[in-house]
């Protein structure tokens, strides 16, 4: 079972996030008219150079969402299936993701 998504606001949290080898699924609509994509995917790639982590970013589009992951762990296919299949229900049912800790202690870590 996948675990229950959360959602980073930080670029510099996130870059973190990337070295440990974990990937975000970024739904557009939460840029907020103060931002645009390539602004966003650019405070992402001065984080990680940071901490020396080779990002990737994949922008799908039609779905209106970016993936981004560590080119030196990369997750599977089946697990970015996964996470982009939860991004776009938590969409569609409105679900408002909670911060990391919120989300760990309801999960009951």
């Not at 699924?25 to 020396?52: Q, S, Y």
């Not at 969402?65 to 299949?85: G, H, W, Y």
């Amino acid at each position: 079972m996948p675990a229950e998504p959360y959602y980073i606001r930080d670029p510099a949290e996130l870059a973190q996030k990337l070295a440990l080898g974990h990937w975000l699924v970024f739904t557009h609509e939460r840029l907020g008219d103060e931002c645009d994509l390539p602004t966003w995917k650019a405070a992402v790639r001065e984080a990680c150079l940071d901490l020396n982590v080779v990002e990737e970013t994949i922008t799908i589009p039609r779905k209106d969402l970016t993936i981004v992951f560590n080119a030196e762990k990369v997750p599977d296919a089946e697990e970015i299936r996964a996470s982009v299949s939860r991004a776009e229900l938590d969409r569609w049912i409105a679900r408002e993701l909670r911060p990391e800790l919120q989300t760990r202690l309801a999960r009951g870590e």
